[in-house]
């Protein structure tokens, strides 16, 4: 079993930034894969970032890419993710995911533990 919980989310002007946080317990976190998905008011919930347990790679959502940056310490279970020059297309609730098995992943469905989320609201 692992439980996530993220935290850093809020509402800010278009061009801010903001770290999320994401606190892991349970077992043993360091050797999983870990990930962003985030979800906009009436719609899917979509891949933003991922990271190999040991933070070698990562793997961003294309319309992300070069404003976010997923990290990790595993020696405090966290994993984070930066985010610059945020967009009202940004707003949405952002949810923490870790693997059971696996290593990097884009897909949802290859993630077993979740977080309840953290909202991320942008304005114009």
């Known amino acids: 079993q692992v439980q996530l919980v993220e935290s850093g989310g809020g509402l800010v002007q278009a061009g801010v930034s903001l770290r999320l946080s994401c606190v892991a317990s349970?077992?043993?976190?360091?050797?999983?894969?870990m990930g962003w998905f985030r979800q906009a008011p009436g719609n899917q919930r979509e891949f933003a970032a991922a990271?190999?347990?040991?933070?070698?790679?990562?793997l961003y959502k294309d319309s992300v890419k070069g404003r976010f940056t997923i990290s990790r310490d595993n020696a405090k279970n966290m994993v984070y993710l930066q985010m610059n020059g945020l967009k009202p297309e940004d707003t949405a609730v952002y949810y923490c995911?870790?693997?059971?098995?696996?290593?990097?992943?884009?897909?949802?469905?290859?993630?077993?533990?979740w977080g309840q989320g953290t909202q991320v609201t942008v304005s114009s």
């Open positions: 995911a870790a693997r059971k098995r696996g290593n990097i992943s884009s897909m949802m469905s290859d993630y077993d533990y």
């Open positions: 349970g077992h043993t976190f360091s050797n999983r894969g």
């Open positions: 990271i190999t347990w040991n933070g070698g790679s990562t």
